[in-house]
């Protein structure tokens, strides 16, 4: 990881002439079929020194905005139905905070909520149910699939000037667009800031597979038909037992 | 193996799926019933999304039936006229059902629905299987004698058409009615239907034991592809690589279980699959009456 990281502090360019300077270790994660999670790693430097007496730093990262229902379970007749619903229009699929320190000891709550840091701060605003436990339901059931991350891993400093983070991301993660956005905090204000991105594809079968069935949905239907005919068929030959 | 599934939207390990489809796959050969019934609720156990169990499991019902419809088919054991009729039926009650399951899903209610039609028919199948076949076997020793055929309300109905393969002349209304009912369930269960189909035809519809296994095959296969295209179609939940790695171990197991099938007597089979039948059925209606770990869902959309 070491070696990783110096390699990769090579790539800087001019390091310590900006206030932040930051990167991604990749711009793309591909979900192939055999996607079982992956991460990425964030990584920079500063010009002035961070860690304890110095400045920190924050990073955030944000997946594609998507929507999502939350459901609470009823009792009838002794048998548990889904209820009561929240729908949430936008909330983004994937989210992590992470600091030198956390970002709750570093800016204060306007700042915060405006650059959208930490759990608490995420605007969400459901239609229907809108009794707080739907929230926080929402929350805890992310941060289970781990794609809602607080300060899982502090942002490790080196040499007092450099930084990196590793963002793990589960298999579960949808295609789209993620940012990232670094902010060197000082003396409880964003000092610097810098936005990277990278993108989550789909590719190989498994994306040729999800598009055909949502672009062509008919077309993938008597393709899946052909399909189990032909193996069932096929199987049948291959296995015959007489 | 690790492999992810591009409609489940997960990942699973492969020779889990292919290991469930070889499992039902040996149940579905030994007692002769398509497997579907078994092969839903396992995935929906497993953590794939309802809809997607129901959709991918009617789609490997169609792969898992066609091999026995074309061995039947050759044996002229498939009455075509009866099989149209059924089909006809079928594919009305299976539109009806997709409709009814793109309701329940933007309700939220799909998981609950599919296992409270799941308790609801198999505990009275099962049930009915149960008593049946210990009734039998308590009875071996007495014979008694079967009437060819019985005349009752149904027969009294319009709209009657020859069958000259079953040796009926009877209304098509029943028919029609038993082939929507299928193909409702079929729907909404992922089942081929086979379970009910087979024991609607002899004893309500009174056809000859010789043409009911090929027909019902005939309807599996046709109520099962519209199924499949209908879901992939409206509700996008057909995951072909599931359904081809349930097929690869499915395949191969019935052919296993068939072979081990034929050493069973008649009355134990039934009794043994009733009991089977009610053991899926107990199983789904604990998970429906059992307080949940937790009372908040999420899902997508």
Redesign the interface.
Known sequence: MRWLLALLLLSLPAVAEEPLVARLSTDRVE??????GGSVMVFGSTAQPIGPGGAEVIIMARGPD????????VQVL?????GP?ARYGAVPAFYAVAGTLPAWRLLPEALRRQYALGLDMLRLTPTGAREP??RA??V???QEAGLWQEDIAPVDIVGGRLFHVNLPLP??I?AGDYTVEVLLVDSRRVAARELLAFRVE?VG???T??DV??GQ??L??????V???L???L???????? | ????L??A???VDAFLLVGIGFAVGWLSGLFGVGGGFLLTPSLILLGVPAPVAVASGA??V???????M?AQWRRGNVDWTMGGVLVAGGLVGSAIGIQLFAWLKS???V??AVS?FYVVVLGALGTLMVLESARAILRRSKKRQARLHEHFWMHGLPFKLRFRKSRLFISVIPPLLVGATVGLLSSIMGVGGGFMLVPAMIYLLGMPTGVVIGTSLFQVVCVA?AV???????L?T?D??L??LL??G???G???G??MGTRLRGEETRFLLGALVLSVAGLLLWG?????A????????
């Not at chain 1, 199987?235 to 007489?242: D, E, K, P, T, Y």
């Not at chain 2, 169609?62 to 026995?68: E, H, I, N, P, V």
């Not at chain 2, 499949?228 to 409206?234: D, H, R, Y």
């Open positions: 979900l192939s079929t055999t996607f079982t998507l929507p999502f229902t939350v459901r609470r379970k002794g048998l548990w139905f889904n619903a436990e739907f339901a929402l805890e059931i992310k298999a579960t949808p789909r079968t498994a994306a597979i999800a069935s949502r949905p008919l993938y239907g008597v393709i899946c038909v399909l189990a005919i193996a069932g068929w199987g049948s030959v291959l296995f015959r037992r007489n | 193996m690790q492999v992810y591009p409609i939207e997960m990942t789609n490997q169609l792969g898992a039936s066609t091999s026995g074309i309700a939220g209610l998981d609950a409270l592809a499949t295209v209908m879901a992939a179609w409206q996008g057909v072909i690589v359904t081809l097929l690869l499915g395949v191969a019935a052919q296993f068939a072979q429906l009456i059992d307080t949940p937790r009372l908040f869902n999420l899902s997508a959309g």
